[in-house]
């Protein structure tokens, strides 16, 4: 925006202009004062409902049929065209009963009993309650007669010491560890749902309408308008309400969320003066009579029929009488809409948004982005772990009941007996629990929940840095930004504007003259100029403290024109109160095509004056006089202007200001000039002054350009200001720097050079500049979304970029929408800007936008870290898991154990690691990139490194550690045989590795020092010091259920050696070099040779769902062997390998140039991947292409 949209929201502000002949009389509709308020409303809802559904001239005819005129109907409803409603507490009650609240209620929220039931539609736990209750059955069957001899030594030893009583306890137990899953993931739910309310609340309570009440002009929160109410529109509104136009001022509307018609439509009291609720002002201003709020309004009955108001039954019974040609044709519009309206009371896609609604829009809307890169990434990765893990819980059952079954009835050659077939069933059902056990453990459903907390986290964090989330992946989009298009007024500078220099009566002043060297008739001419061709709602109040800067309300640029009335000693308010709003005869308001704005007065002798200002090369061309030292005007010709653009505005304009051309012109009164020709109307103007106006940086935005561009996210500024100033402010801010290769182009030149000779714009066009331009100057909301839109399509660096653009005004929505992160700005921002935006930065500080990269970079590295300790914990589970049961018949992790270990590493750790604060060091590395794989080399070094150590402890305790501790074994122990010591051991050994690990696990770039900062989240050091201290209690006296056995000291010291030992080991892994492992590249991708290339001529005949591929691809490495070690391997191949086809990209690249992209990541340990996943050939020694273990 800039001199364009400041300048111009000139109408911004535009109050009540009146078109020539209004208001006779006090233009009442009576009673201001509330009387006769205890009588009802004489119009009922059904009837307003019904007129609002007519358009255009029917509506006119039907007003005039019921009502005689809209002065009329203001009558019926109480209220009065000039002082609006008298503001009375006991009438806005009385109407909010009868007409209904602006406000849409929302879908109930799920209570927390749903919550709780949806929690167990999991298939892992069904799976597991169907099994423990089978268990628990089993347990109190007892087969008749005792003698269990014939059965074999299956059951021998579970009868001693009343053991066999016990038998229940571990199906209950299971049971029971169901139940807290289940609660905690509820409780997840809950928290979530709750603060998006609260977070929409907080939307919905700023945003404000003005309106008029006992005569006053005030703004109120958008719930509290009522009908009857006189509201004001102007420029960038959002419609809250449906209303009836009672005075108009060049008023456009863009309907296209209700109508899907993308024209503007333009609206007058005397042919179409129907507002609807949900669409956009998007030029002009005027007042309208508030007739629907709420459920009755157009987007309330829209939203009733999507299902998200639950409107009231008599609501629901008008709907009924509706013809039914009303109700599909609202249906189609709820269809069409744009998700604008939806915003409108409900500004997230929050939970209780109702899925009806999302899947609605989500159908209608154009689809705004892509899924996230994180999201695709992570489903991609959850569902190769599950298939993984369901592949080796499979294996784990099929080997258990094989062994049992040969060993009892080959080997021994027992024969089946029917009095034992519950005992054998019971040996099935323990297998079958173990192998669940295996998948539970697998299966990482604590990704989502880190997803969730780390954004949720960040989110409200976000709030206290100025940005307000309207869509959660936004957080995480902007870590991977590589480009911000900025505005320059407000954002990079203060959006406090000051005259500093002038041109009048040809001098130019370099400070603000002395009134008493401007020619006295000038002065005049001047001083009225500005005070009526501007908003009368912009204006310069006395400052807040005394000695401060005197307060700017309104449009900016024109506050800077008012003051610099005020400098020459002169006074507006005089002029305004002599020349009233309501007299001002016709008004041009300012938007983005005229780039100026203009009003007509009529003047005593009956003539007209037209007084114009605007951008100071687009007024000039106007101009065929100026105004001379004594007053009087001379012809000025092209060439006169050409050295006054040579000797005042470009000095000026070099100087980082702003020009603008105040001008005028007097017309004959008869015959009276054709008002709508406007071309006609605003030429051969006479030029009274070109002033220069400042807008100073902001002091914190040239450091905080600094940061974005060490942090390698270019910086561009997008304006509609003169080239020179757009320059001159780019260099104060650092966005350009001396010796710098780069681009400046004004948005004539940038359109000349992107289109083709048949005027279409070619990418390759786009291609040839975008690398370099750093301004665009005088460019037009399409240029911005051009420019937008080319940057993210191209091709020309093989990372796709990630575009964030920011914009205040109407016409910015189109960019803001198609940017991957839009940010509105919350105090110059209009509606429309807000609701196509992501992030609201409600400072409108440009240093608030650093900020949110910082945050969304937090987000990604909380869930690498996350997922560093996940996945070690998974790969050491299912192995030890697996192995042992193979090997013992009797997986050493018991089913409880396995699911507190679950808890522990999903829930606890993901909330732990998921909300460490973000750091400066955050923005010294360069973006990851869409196609940079979730897991690193260096942090799959960590997992495979820290997987061994775990192993090697767990397996040597498991085969030697009876010996070792001098305890009896636990191996093949008989079925509900007490819990021993020995797997006591292990499982406690196994959860301390993991909290030691979970402290590793903080840092994923191999820095050394994992204690960094730790005490700056306290979140995790509870978590952490609590999860031990459970783990105490567990161990101590958790007994049966959890099959654990009380430690003595020695023993407990013992464990926690091996712990502590984690962190050693991590050192030891840290001094590794990354490049130095070459099994690590293999297992980025565990490919045969043949089927790379095969995959990549697959890529170019059809595109195929990466996912899928990747599956087909893992099932194949899954069934190769079940060797140990191998079979380690290529669980860490998969996952590796999630990474290397993230291409959340659209264009069709082969194979290898997404392979490619990793390339350009720029620190050391990363680099390597590229030539592994890039190179299809196998590593020299190793024919097959298998991983090498």
Known sequence: MSTTATMGEMANSAVEFYPKGTRGGDGGGGRPDGSHAGGDFVVTVKELRELMELRGSEALQKVQDSYGDIEGLCQRLQSSTTDGLSGDPADLERRGQTYGQNFIPPKKPKTFLELVWEALQDVTLIILEAAAIISLGLSFYQPPGRD????????????????????WIEGAAILLSVVCVVLVTAFNDWSKEKQFRGLQSRIEQEQKFTVVRKGNVIQIPVADMVVGDMAQVKYGDLLPADGILVQANDLKIDESSLTGES?????????????????????????????????????????????????????????????????????????????????????????????????????????????????????????????????????????LVLYFVINTFVVEGRTWLTECTPIYVQYFVKFFIIGVTVLVVAVPEGLPLAVTISLAYSVKKMMKDNNLVRHLDACETMGNATAICSDKTGTLTTNRMTVVQTYIGDV????????????????????????????????????????????????????????????????????????????????????????????????????????????????????????????????????????????????????????ICIAFRDLPGKPEPDW??????????????????????RPEVPEAIRKCQRAGITVRMVTGDNINTARAIAAKCGIINPGDDFICLEGKDFNRRIRNEKGEIEQERIDKIWPKLRVLARSSPTD????????????????????????????????????DVGFAMGIAGTDVAKEASDIILTDDNFSSIVKAVMWGRNVYDSISKFLQFQLTVNVVAVIVAFTGACITQDSPLKAVQMLWVNLIMDTFASLALATEPPTEALLLRKPYGRNNPLISLTMMKNILGHGVYQLVIIFTLLFIGERIFNIDSGRNAPLHSPPSEHYTIIFNTFVLMQLFNEINARKIHGERNVFDGIFSNPIFCSIVLGTFAVQIVIVQWGGKPFSCAPLNVEQWLWCLFVGVGELLWGQLIATVPTERLPCLKEAGLGLEPGEEEGEELAEDEEEIDCAERELRRGQILWFRGLNRIQTQMEVVSTFKRSGSFQGAVRRRSSVLSQLHDVNTISTPSHVALSTATANPSPAPGNASGESIP
């Open 508 to 659: 130019h002043y370099r400070v603000i003259p002395d009134p008493g060297q401007i020619n006295p008739h000038t002065l005049e001419i001047l001083v009225n100029a500005i005070a009526i061709n501007s908003a009368y709602t912009s204006k310069i109040l006395p400052p807040d403290v005394e000695g401060g800067l005197a307060k700017q309300v309104g449009n900016k640029t024109e506050c800077g024109l008012l003051g610099f009335v005020l400098d020459l000693q002169q006074d507006y308010e005089q002029v305004r109160e002599q020349m009233p709003e309501e007299r001002l005869y016709k008004v041009y308001t300012f938007n983005s095509v005229r780039k100026s704005m203009s009003t007509v007065i009529k003047l005593p002798d009956g003539s007209f004056r037209l007084y114009s200002k605007g951008a100071s090369e687009i007024m000039l061309k106007k101009c065929s006089y100026i105004l001379e030292a004594n007053g009087e005007a001379r012809t000025f010709r092209p060439r006169d202007r050409d050295e006054m653009v040579k000797q005042v505005i470009e000095p000026m304009a070099c100087e980082g200001l702003r020009t």
């Open 676 to 697: 709508e020709n406007e071309a006609e109307i605003v030429t051969e103007l006479t030029c009274i002054t070109v002033v220069g106006i400042e807008d100073p940086v």
């Open 784 to 819: 911005k979304h051009t420019l937008v839109k080319g940057i993210i399509d191209s091709s020309v660096i093989e990372q796709r970029q990630v575009v964030a653009v920011t914009g205040d005004g109407t016409n910015d929505g189109p960019a803001l929408k198609k940017a």
């Open 148 to 167: 269990t001899e014939a059965c074999g030594n299956v059951s021998a030893g579970a009868e001693d010491e009343g053991e066999a009583d016990a038998g």
């Open 263 to 399: 024209d503007h439509v333009r609206k007058s009291v005397d042919k179409d003066p129907m507002l609807l609720s949900g669409t956009h002002v998007m030029e002009g201003s005027g007042r309208m009579l508030v007739t629907a709020v709420g459920v009755n309004s157009q987007t309330g009955i829209i939203f009733t029929l999507l299902g998200a108001g639950e409107a009231e039954e008599d609501g629901k019974e008008k709907k009924g009488k509706q013809p039914d040609g009303a109700v599909e044709n609202n249906q189609n519009k709820a269809k069409k809409q744009d998700g604008g309206v939806a915003m409108e009371m409900q500004p997230l896609k929050s939970a209780e948004g109702g899925e009806v609604e999302d899947r609605e829009k989500k159908k209608a809307n154009v689809p705004k982005k892509e899924k996230s890169v994180l999201q695709g990434k992570l489903t991609k990765l959850a569902v190769q772990i599950g298939k993984a893990g369901l592949v080796m819980s499979a294996i784990t059952v099929i080997i």
